[in-house]
Antibody, heavy 117, light 110 residues
């Protein structure tokens, strides 16, 4: 059974940093692209970042480019999202998702990030 | 960016057919494959993949769900609608970066 478990969310002040983690199990982690997708309270879905299965390439929308960094540790089957210079508009539930080259076929339960002073 | 447009809400009766539309600002077909996918999100839950590449049913999804369309016009059909299908439905494109989602269509009961 595919499982994606996110940790690291919480309340953070504007301008500060936060790092999310996602532990994956139930599939061969090295074979899949991985991504982060977020959802602001009461809003729709927004893709945040993707990383290739090798970790050699990463992709971001302009809204987070230069502030967020996606990475992966294949030895620990773990996906990361380093978020710097956080803004109030980054407040959202962040989902770890398998895929990103085409589809997002499995989603974690999500972790809440609140950016507020 | 490719913009995906969905109607905000759709009211339907149980056991009737629901048709949810997704229109894209650019052609999202690539070498004959539609790079358009559908997700279901129930209230308070994570999204779930329903349909990929326009018309392919994801694993474990019941056959009352179907997808159709090509180019810039796509449709998700639920027939017949069951009470468990009340949710918000999102389309998503993978033709280009950034990956984008539609705003979602909330399926409601009449």
């Amino acid at each position: 059974e595919v499982q994606l478990v996110e940790t690291g969310g919480g309340l953070v002040q504007p301008g500060r940093s936060l790092k999310l983690s996602c532990v994956a199990s139930g599939f061969t982690f090295n074979n899949y692209w991985m991504s982060w997708t977020r959802q602001a309270p009461g809003k729709g879905l927004e893709w945040v970042a993707s990383i290739t299965n090798s970790g050699g390439s990463t992709y971001y929308p302009d809204s987070v480019k230069g502030r967020f960094t996606i990475s992966r540790d294949s030895a620990q089957n773990t996906l990361f999202l380093q978020m710097n210079s956080l803004r109030s508009e980054d407040t959202a539930t962040y989902y770890c998702t398998r895929g990103g080259r085409r589809i997002f076929d499995y989603w974690g339960q999500g972790v809440m990030v609140t950016v507020s002073s | 960016d490719i913009v995906l447009t969905q109607s905000p809400a759709l009211a339907v009766s149980l056991e009737q057919r629901a048709t949810i539309s997704c229109k894209t600002s650019q052609n999202v077909d690539n070498y004959g494959v539609s790079c358009l996918h559908w997700y279901q999100q129930k209230s308070g839950q994570k999204p779930k993949l329903l349909i990929y590449e326009g018309s392919n049913l994801a694993s474990g999804i019941p056959a009352r769900f179907s997808g159709s369309g090509s180019g810039t016009d796509f449709t998700l059909t639920i027939d017949p609608v069951e009470a468990d299908d009340i949710a918000t439905y999102y389309c998503q494109q993978s033709k280009d970066y950034p990956r984008t989602f539609g705003g979602g269509t909330k399926l409601e009961l009449k």
